[in-house]
Each structure stands twice: as structure tokens, then as C-alpha cells.
């Protein structure tokens, strides 16, 4: 069963009470309760569609022993972000999963104040005894997509239009061109920053800033559809993020980057449901199945098909990381000489690989 709220917090008006409670824990006659905090609009594809996905797994799974809820489009500026989650809190929610970067301090000074209720942020750091972690290794999937695009771009200059410089979009951008220069030496990609993670008119802007400046193949780290349809419309090659956008882009999106949520929202739910939830990070890629390759376009050869998912069983199998070898930054550092890179480093990640251009 599921409630579905749009946030009104920007007009001034107050958020619908999602249910009075005794305290936070139900009665055996009450369902469970869960909500997710979305920092773009749900529509088709993108970030927080998959988030979506994984909260209708939960509704799927759990049937009427689940009340999940959600808000949509809640700027990670300002007072929003906390007052949506303290309300959801307030309220009589169990679990709540806040799901952007910008989310995560509001959501420690809410956790902080309401020590019964559990939290759980995507892509932040901070933790506490009833606030969890969880996030993703894009850069698993990026690395592939690099090699893709390195193949397959005829003039090897590569377009990235990328939201904010963290940590997450920074590993995305570097293991996209080291992917490409496994394949072709002389790839190099161009940046171009939206300062936000959702606005279709930025995005399709720095698509075509790119597109001048001689991009034969875009991708990007934001949340709309906007730069596979604007590849579509130019006739430029894309690649999406997130999700599987080829129905935007059908004849130049050659394979995307996504992300599943299903199993861990299902296993979170249950876990805080039977007692065993404890706070911890998580990171999976494509070993845990959280990152997953969209099908490929027609267009895409077999050889290259072939050399891709070699690589990314490879990784799955723990013989390959993307992050590994020599890296040299764009100011001719080298970060790393030989073996594999840390964790540590890869999430603190703040350079450019030699051959990225563009400003941190």
C-alpha cells in the first residue's frame, strides 16, 4: 500500500500528515512504515526513477504489511530538505530513505533529534547509531561505457555534462576517459558543469556547448533525459545515466549506465522490520548487481559487445578494477603507481586524470 505526497513546501503550504502515531513503533494491526525524499521530479527515467523502481519493489514485495510514501522535487537548499524529512519523522515513519548527496546533513540533524526512527542517505558519509549509508560504484559501470565510447567516437573528444565536482561525479568522469584510453590512446573528454542535479534546460545547453566544441559522443551525470534527446535530435551518439534512456534516443544512445535499488530497499525494509537493521555503508557495484549496463544499440559491433562484457565480468570477478595501473592527473601528478587504489582514495577522490578537460 502506498501513499504519494508532491511536495508543496515551495508555495508555502504544508505537508500532508502521513498518519498519526503512538510513538514510532506500530501496533500489530499497523503496517510498517517507510518514505523516500526525491530531489527531482519521479517522470520516466533518471536518478531518482530508480529510486522509485526500488519503492515500488518494496510495495511489491510486502503488500499491506508495508506503507510506503514518498516526496518528490525537494531542493537540497535551504530549510526544505529538513523540514520534509523532521515532518516524515514526526509522523510516524520507521524508515526513511533521504536520497541525494545534498540530503545528508539535514538528515544527520534530524536522525540526531529523533533517535527511534531510522534514516538511511544515498551517496553521503555521515553516520550515527540509527542513520545508515548506501551508495553505488558508478564508476564500475562508467569505466565500460568508456570503452564504448572509445571505440566507437570517430574524433576521440568525448562530452560530460556533469552536475556538481564530489567526489562521485568526479570518479564517474575519470574511469569514463580511462575506459576510453584503454581503447584509444588519444581520447580525451570535455566538462562542462550544470550546478544542479536536475534542470533539462542546463543540461540541453552544455550538450550543445559540447557538441560545439567538436563532441562526437555525450554523456552526462545529471538527472533528465535531456542530453540523450538532444544527441538524438543533432544526430550525435549518446550515453545515459541512471537509466535506460534509449526509448529517448533510439537511434544514437548506444548503451547507459543503471542503477538498481530493488533488493537493497526490499532487504533494508525487511531488516528494519524484523529487528536486525543496524547502521553501516554499503557500496555495491556490479558484483552486488547494483550497476548494470543498459542493451546495446544495433549500432554498437559485436567485437565491441564482447570486449565490454569481458571486462565487466572481469570486474565482477574481482581480477580487474577500473582504478588501477598508472594514473596521472591532469597537472601531471601521478595518483597512483601500479596496484589498485583504495577505497579511501577513490571516495575522497578530487583530480582529473591526465586527458579530462576541464576545472575541479
Known amino acids: 500500500m502506498q501513499t504519494t505526497r508532491r511536495s508543496l513546501l ?21 503496517p510498517f512504515k517507510a518514505a523516500w525524499v526525491y530531489v527531482a521530479p519521479i517522470g520516466d527515467a533518471g536518478w531518482t526513477y530508480q529510486h522509485e523502481l526500488g519503492r515500488r519493489a518494496v510495495d511489491a514485495a510486502y503488500g ?16 526544505d530538505a529538513e523540514r520534509v524529512i523532521r515532518k516524515l519523522a514526526t509522523d510516524g515513519t520507521q524508515l526513511i530513505f533521504t536520497t541525494s548527496f545534498g540530503y545528508m546533513n539535514p538528515t544527520l540533524k534530524v536522525a540526531q533529534s529523533m533517535p527511534k526512527v531510522k534514516f538511511e542517505h544515498a551517496t553521503g558519509y555521515k553516520r550515527a547509531e540509527n542513520l545508515a549509508t548506501y551508495s553505488a560504484r558508478f564508476y564500475e559501470g562508467r569505466y565500460l ?14 562530452g560530460y555534462v556533469a552536475a556538481f565536482p564530489i567526489p562521485e561525479v568526479l570518479q564517474g568522469i575519470n574511469a569514463f ?15 562542462v558543469w550544470t550546478s544542479s542535479w536536475y534542470d533539462p534546460g542546463k543540461e540541453r545547453a552544455a550538450a550543445d556547448t559540447l557538441a560545439g566544441q567538436g563532441a562526437d559522443l555525450l554523456t552526462n551525470h545529471t538527472d533528465s533525459t535531456a542530453v540523450v534527446q538532444a544527441g538524438e ?36 525494509v525487511k531488516a ?82 591526465k586527458g579530462v578537460q576541464g576545472k575541479i
Open 10 to 30: 515551495r508555495a508555502g503550504l504544508a505537508l500532508p500528515a502521513i498518519g498519526a502515531f503512538a510513538g514510532t513503533r506500530a501496533s500489530a494491526a499497523e
Open 64 to 79: 499491506d504489511k508495508v506503507k510506503t510514501s514518498f516526496v518528490e522535487n525537494i531542493s537540497e537548499e535551504g530549510s
Open 145 to 158: 561505457a568508456g570503452i564504448v565510447a572509445g571505440r566507437m567516437s570517430k574524433s576521440g573528444v568525448l
Open 177 to 191: 576517459l580511462l575506459g576510453a584510453l584503454s581503447v584509444n590512446p588519444k581520447a580525451v573528454v570535455k566538462v
Open 233 to 268: 535530435e543533432k544526430g550525435i551518439q549518446t550515453m545515459s545515466y541512471n537509466s535506460d534512456m534509449s526509448k529517448f534516443g533510439p537511434k544514437t544512445c548506444l548503451t547507459g549506465v543503471t542503477m538498481h535499488w530493488d533488493q537493497y530497499y526490499i532487504n533494508e
Open 272 to 353: 528494519a522490520m524484523d529487528g536486525s537493521w543496524k547502521s553501516k555503508d554499503t557500496w555495491g557495484g556490479i558484483k552486488e548487481d547494483m550497476i548494470r549496463l543498459a542493451p546495446f544499440n544495433a549500432a554498437v559491433p559485436g567485437a565491441v559487445r564482447d570486449e565490454v562484457m569481458a571486462k565487466l565480468n572481469a570486474i565482477a570477478a574481482g581480477t580487474f578494477a577500473p582504478f588501477s595501473g598508472t594514473i596521472i592527473d591532469q597537472d601531471g601528478k601521478t595518483q597512483l603507481a601500479g596496484g589498485k587504489m583504495a577505497d579511501k582514495d577513490i571516495l575522497g577522490m578530487k583530480f582529473f586524470v
